[in-house]
């Protein structure tokens, strides 16, 4: 046997050396990697903070009660980047702003050069855009989807819908109540929510009456050259606002402009001291305390003197006036004299119980809490019952005017339809139905002689009070600045629906006679306003008259050439009554 068998053969050993070394490099390689690995695994990974950033949230889309799209989400996408994955810092900063040219290029650079895992570069981009970014491949730079908010009507009910912030949530109007009812509890919990698994949110606007509300109230502003505009429809049975304007507006789909001062919701936030619209609750006061009835007479003859200050009419009779004469004539001094006689407490306990005291709170989370005197006095009661010293919003004397005519129940309003009644009701009886059903006949009869006939629609039995007052500036009265407002309800006798109109500092006009109060601006837009919306309402008109539309309303004879002649009281009714200058004491 060859003994060289035996001995180690040299190939094979460097074969299985290099076996060993090539086996020890790959070791040593995915050692390496592991600890890579490792390491990258236990840093901050640029993926998280771009987890951390929520996107834009799912809202239900929002319609009025026929069903039309007044809000809604469409799909939408944003610009990001991830810093700490960025290249070339100059290239991508230069990329962007030629893609973007809005952008402003040294704080992108600051921001791209920083050592973050995520910053936003543009939310909510074009098709248009995100190809020409693609093209671009900028390393670091990405695409989101999202959701954006579309109001598809622009302006209209801008200031029921509110708006939403940049993430999708909201901000202001329905849009925030929708949050607060829940949704934003369901987006932190971490639900995915889209448009398919939401409900609407029906309103109880009716985007025919918003936009005819609106038209013509632009239309006024511009024609009186008043600064502002303001108006409502709101059913009088159940507290549904069908419509709600306040001008200026904005369109929600650029929010920032709703953060202008004078793009307040004037209705709801707005506090005004509403001057003779509030007659009607004085008139309902004094009726519904039984110091006076129909028949009663009040002198204005004179001033009303409380030392230095003096109450006068703007177009006063100079004598006794009876009290549908007092409520057609607008009086003052009628006012201040049934104030008077009901008493200084009795009158607020009244206009407390009529919800004149607190902040009215509706699905709208804008309101604001109404003015009243500190110290109520004798001659705060006397200014107050003419619409002077005390300051509500508009919605919180539409309320009360709406519980005197609608059988005496004071509803909350609300801007969801079908919101159950029963559960907004804040006060019932707050006056007799005898007291509702003269108010009614007063407003009327307004209508027809008064100061609201300009108002008067072919066809339908229309009812209404006017206000002027002028504003304080600087803490004066001025007598260059009015607010005039008109208050109306249709059909009369059996109210369905009030409208408000209110403009802010209207001028006089040629055809006007270069008068600027109510009467000669707020009546007659009401009036255009209402034979445009009326038709659209489950009102049909009337060819005639309706038969006996106030039952138990004592007659009153028809207006004569200088004043009314009440017929002879029934005999179950008190006798006719002067009451000069009841004190206090008198009433209690």
Do not use: C
């Amino acid at each position: 046997m060859d003994d060289s068998s035996s001995q180690t053969n040299p190939l094979s050993t460097n074969y299985r050396v290099r076996i060993y070394m090539v086996m020890a490099l790959f070791s040593a390689f995915f050692a390496a990697i592991g600890v890579r690995l490792v390491i990258l695994g236990n840093m901050e990974r640029p993926d998280k903070a771009y987890a951390a950033v929520p996107p834009s949230v799912a809202r239900p889309d929002i319609v009025d009660r026929n069903n039309v799209t007044l809000a809604m989400d469409v799909a939408s996408r944003s610009v990001y980047a991830e810093p700490r994955r960025i290249i070339d810092v100059d290239e991508a900063a230069e990329g962007l702003t030629s893609v973007f040219p809005d952008l402003d290029m040294i704080d992108i650079h600051k921001r791209l050069a920083s050592n973050s895992g995520f910053t936003w570069i543009k939310r909510g981009i074009t098709p248009a855009e995100k190809d020409r970014l693609w093209a671009l491949g900028i390393p670091g730079v990405g695409i989101r989807d999202e959701t954006r908010r579309l109001y598809p009507n622009g302006p209209a009910a801008a200031h029921v819908l509110g708006s939403v912030n940049i993430d999708n949530a909201g901000i202001a109007g329905i849009e925030r109540w929708i949050d607060e009812q829940g949704l934003q509890d369901l987006r932190s919990a971490g639900l995915n929510l889209n448009r398919r698994n939401l409900e609407p949110i029906v309103l109880s606007l009716d985007l025919r009456v918003q936009y005819a509300l609106s038209d013509e109230l632009r239309k006024a502003v511009t024609r009186f050259e008043a600064i502002a505009g303001a108006g409502l429809v709101m059913d009088v049975t159940n507290g549904e606002v069908l419509a709600l304007v306040s001008l200026p507006d904005f369109d929600p789909n650029i929010p920032a402009d709703a953060l202008k001062p004078d793009r307040i919701n004037r209705v709801s936030v707005g506090t005004y001291e509403m001057g003779s619209t509030f007659k009607a609750m004085t008139t309902a006061m004094a009726l519904d305390s039984g110091v006076f009835n129909i028949h009663s007479v009040l002198d204005a003859s004179q001033p009303l003197r409380f030392g230095r200050f003096s109450i006068n009419d703007y177009r006063g009779q100079g004598r006794p006036l009876f009290v549908p004469e007092a409520f057609i004539y607008s009086s003052n001094i009628a006012m201040a004299r049934m104030a008077m006689g009901v008493g200084v407490e009795k009158h607020k306990a009244f206009l407390r119980r009529l919800g004149q005291f607190d902040r009215l709170v509706t699905e709208l989370p804008e309101n604001a809490q109404p003015l009243i005197p500190p110290n109520w006095s004798e001659i705060s009661t006397a200014t107050i019952a003419f619409g002077h010293g005390m300051a509500v919003t508009p919605l919180q004397a539409s309320m009360a005017i709406s519980a005197i005519v609608n059988g005496g129940r004071l509803i909350r309003p609300t801007f969801i339809e079908g919101t159950p009644v029963e559960k907004r009701i804040l006060a019932t009886d707050v006056v007799t139905p005898q007291t509702g059903e003269a108010v009614r006949f007063l407003m009327r009869l307004n209508a027809e002689v008064g100061s609201a006939k300009k108002a008067d629609v072919a066809g339908y039995f229309i009812g209404g009070k006017t206000g002027t007052s002028e504003k304080v500036v600087n803490g004066a009265y001025s007598g260059d600045r009015v607010l005039t407002a008109f208050m109306g309800i249709v059909p009369a006798d059996k109210p369905r629906y009030l409208f408000l109109t209110i403009l802010d500092e209207p001028k006089g006009l040629p055809e006007t006679s270069g008068f600027r109060t109510s009467g000669w601006n707020a009546v007659p837009v009401t009036g255009t306003i209402m034979a445009r919306v009326l038709p659209f309402l489950p009102i049909a008109p009337q060819k005639e008259r309706p038969a006996n539309p106030f039952p138990t309303m004592v007659r009153i004879a028809a207006w004569g050439s200088e004043r009314f002649q009440p017929l002879p009281p029934e005999p179950t009714l008190p006798a006719l009554q002067t009451v000069a200058a009841p004190s206090k004491a008198a009433a209690e």
